[in-house]
């Protein structure tokens, strides 16, 4: 398995989370050429309350977000709109950790008007990348990252999340 789960919210078994989990990050290395067999991600799948408390640690914001991911190195391109320089088998197998808040999801999920699985893979795969060094903060940086995820959930059969 590519994803080790832990369920801290009991409501994610309902929307079969970890398959969905495992589901995203095969997808989003599919779609860069890496072997998912190689990777581990850890993904911690809370409440609103959890991730509220990570964001506040983490990121001096002490509110809820749908999901924070943190990468076990640093790989994200120095070059405005350039692709992250991908892991290298064999090394250190961990790409990193995720958290995704369920109550978030399910309120944009529907304010969205879109199946929340189908939210939730969608910041899986912008988790996942993440990880893998893609970044949305710079201008040319989000339209790459843009554009990987529309792919990969084409891909999937999930319409882009990005249009009206």
């Not at 072997?35 to 002490?62: G, Q, S, Y």
């Not at 879109?114 to 912008?126: I, S, T």
Request: charged content about 25%; some cysteine; aromatic content about 6%.
């Amino acid at each position: 398995m590519l994803t080790d789960v832990v369920l801290e919210d009991d409501r994610w078994q309902g929307l079969g989370f970890e398959a969905l989990a495992e589901k995203a990050a095969i997808a989003v290395c599919a779609h860069l050429g890496l072997d998912p067999d190689a990777w581990e991600i850890a993904v911690l799948a809370c409440d609103d309350a959890r991730i509220a408390e990570l964001n506040a640690d983490f990121r001096d914001k002490p509110s809820a977000t749908n999901v924070l991911s943190w990468p076990s190195e640093e790989r994200g391109a120095e070059e405005n709109g350039a692709h992250p320089l991908l892991p290298e088998p064999g090394f250190d197998p961990e790409l990193g950790d995720i958290a995704i808040a369920y109550e978030t999801c399910a309120r944009e999920a529907e304010a969205a008007g879109k199946p929340m699985a189908d939210h939730v893979v969608h910041l899986m795969v912008h988790g996942v990348l993440h990880l893998l060094g893609y970044d949305h903060i710079r201008d040319k940086d989000a339209t790459l990252m843009e554009a990987h995820e529309v792919a990969i959930l084409g891909k999937m059969g999930i319409a882009n999340p990005y249009r009206d």
